[in-house]
Nanobody, 125 residues
Framework: QVQLVESGGGSVQAGGSLRLSCTASASSDPTYCMGWFRQAPGNERREAVAVIWTGRGSALYADSVKGRFTISRDNAKRTVYLQMNSLRPEDTAMYYC?????????????????WGQGTQVTVSS
């Protein structure tokens, strides 16, 4: 079982920036799929924000965050980052880190096996 620990959430005004971090516990597989998902208040569904394959660094983004968010990884630290710029009130949500070792990657579907506890991001207007 892979443990994922997120950090970096908080409150910011519209137009501001935040950087989220997600560190995975050690695993036998050096490459895997990691992504950020979010769930807004009142929304039952988690939507994909950005996903990266730690091997080659290839990534996919949701249309709503393209040009504003950047996902990156530091394999030595087993950490994935989500740099969020030009934040908008509609970005307010609980952000979850997820990891998977199988399946196509990157992919913008929420069928990941391992999930973190989430970190809250609140953007005020």
């Amino acid at each position: 079982q892979v443990q994922l620990v997120e950090s970096g959430g908080g409150s910011v005004q519209a137009g501001g920036s935040l950087r989220l971090s997600c560190t995975a516990s050690a695993s036998s597989d050096p490459t895997y799929c990691m992504g950020w998902f979010r769930q807004a208040p009142g929304n039952e569904r988690r939507e994909a924000v950005a996903v990266i394959w730690t091997g080659r660094g290839s990534a996919l983004y949701a249309d709503s965050v393209k040009g504003r968010f950047t996902i990156s990884r530091d394999n030595a630290k087993r950490t994935v980052y989500l740099q969020m710029n030009s934040l908008r009130p509609e970005d307010t949500a609980m952000y979850y880190c997820a990891a998977d070792f199988t399946g196509h990657c990157p992919r913008l579907t929420a069928d990941f096996v391992h999930w973190g506890q989430g970190t809250q991001v609140t953007v005020s207007s």
